[in-house]
């Protein structure tokens, strides 16, 4: 009798316990260039900056900009142009959402800011980390919204164009920025693996 009331637990147990859903869709950030493409996830501990980026996104803000500063070995930066007078092109500032496990590793996505001493980041702006050591004097001063996941080849590639005195690359590298939906297995098959937060 208690083998079979072992045996029922047993199942009970496996018949209740939470399952992924295979089925849900996760927002995974694509930017398309001449060199390639980027995807990269976003980070639930930022959601003003991602819901800020999903908008911006979504309005095609993006595809008419570029690659405007590229410096190996540091970041590669899109976006409205930073310029002496600050990001006064950008639609909006957002408050900052530091989180000390938001590092500025390779291929960590941030979004830009001027001086200003709120620390307010600029919705135009963003760059990605292309230092492979990270650039940690960053960390806690500039937002860290999202992970490059597949694309480090392109990455790579812009990273190395040639520039002139301004960082600006000699022949633009243009933008399309998306936001896919993929399940679940989509996501694996791409290489993101998603936490069990999400």
């Not at 260039?33 to 996104?57: D, I, R, W, Y």
């Not at 976006?79 to 530091?98: A, H, I």
């Not at 002139?164 to 679940?184: A, F, G, Q």
């Amino acid at each position: 009798m208690r083998q079979y009331l072992c045996i029922f637990t047993i199942i009970f147990i496996i018949a209740c316990s939470p399952k992924k859903n295979q089925n849900a869709s996760y927002d995974v950030g694509q930017i398309i260039t001449p060199m390639g493409e980027m995807l990269f996830s976003f980070s639930e501990l930022t959601p003003n900056h991602k819901a800020s980026f999903l908008k911006l996104a979504q309005e095609h803000y993006w595809d008419t900009l570029t690659f405007n500063r590229v410096i190996k070995d540091f970041v590669i930066q899109g976006g409205c142009p930073d310029t002496p007078e600050g990001f006064s092109n950008s639609p909006y500032l957002l408050k900052p959402e530091f989180n000390d496990t938001l590092k500025h590793i390779y291929g960590a996505v941030g979004i830009g800011r001027d001086d200003n001493p709120g620390k307010l980041s600029a919705a135009c702006q963003f760059y990605i980390v292309h230092n492979k050591k990270g650039i940690p004097r960053l960390d806690g001063n500039y937002m860290i919204f999202g992970q490059v996941f597949k694309g480090f080849d392109v990455l790579e590639a812009i990273a190395n164009v040639a520039t002139d005195s301004l960082d600006m690359p000699l022949v633009p590298v243009t933008l399309e920025i998306n936001v896919l939906k993929m399940t679940l297995a989509e996501c694996k098959q791409n290489g993101y693996i998603v936490s069990k937060s999400q």
